[in-house]
């Protein structure tokens, strides 16, 4: 799906790593299966110390350095199925290489509650939010971090189900995970999506 266009792929990355965690914005939604993105970079900007998030353009963000990298989070604003829009400008400004240089961290309603999987790139997989990044930089090759929130039991519209809050042990299982999560994202800040994928996948 590369196009012209496109961030392109690179075979060096650009100096800067941008994470975005997918969610929705508003407090009811802070405990939904569909803001478990939110979670992780909440948690990656409190263990590195970056400062607290502020407003941009379509999305929130902080950074700082980790190792000798720049860091950049990114919380889009704008509702889950727009979330490319809090990218656009981003990557004008940044100048990031989605191959190399972005990470997206999502749920996963075809994994079952606290499985973890690191990948290159792909498909969507139903994901509202990663249809709209990848529309938005016209590729698929990015990086993402899947984090299992459970299927959906028979009957069940997907929308409401990723929009309702988890049961309270399956949301102490993701939080407990949460650590974890957050030095996966720091290994492939430092070391790419081969060594997180090795790392941490479950």
């Given at each position: ?17 941008v994470v975005?965690?997918?969610g ?29 998030f ?12 980790v190792?000798d990298?720049?860091v ?24 990031f290489?989605?191959?190399t240089d ?50 959906r ?11 309702s ?11 407990e ?7 996966g ?18």
């Amino acid at each position: 799906m590369t196009t012209a266009a496109s961030p392109g792929p690179s075979a060096a990355h650009s100096g800067v790593r941008v994470v975005v965690g997918l969610g929705n914005p508003g407090p009811e939604y802070d405990d939904s299966r569909h803001n478990v993105g939110w979670w992780v970079v909440d948690r990656f900007a409190c263990d590195h110390d970056f400062a607290v998030f502020e407003r941009a353009p379509r999305r929130l963000e902080t950074g700082g350095t980790v190792g000798d990298t720049t860091v950049l989070l990114v919380k889009p604003r704008t509702y889950m199925n727009r979330s490319g829009l809090a990218l656009t400008t981003l990557w004008r400004i940044a100048g990031f290489e989605a191959v190399t240089d972005l990470l997206v961290v999502t749920d996963d309603a075809n994994l079952e509650v606290g499985r973890v999987r690191f990948r290159p790139g792909g498909g969507a997989g139903g994901h509202n939010g990663l249809k709209s990044i990848s529309a938005a930089l016209g590729t698929t090759d990015y990086a993402r971090l899947r984090i299992g929130v459970g299927t959906r039991p028979a009957g069940t519209d997907l929308s409401d189900w990723v929009l309702s809050p988890m049961p309270a042990e399956d949301e102490e299982v993701v939080t407990e995970l949460l650590p974890e999560l957050s030095r996966g994202v720091r290994v492939w800040v430092n070391d790419g999506i081969e060594a997180a994928m090795n790392g941490f996948n479950r």
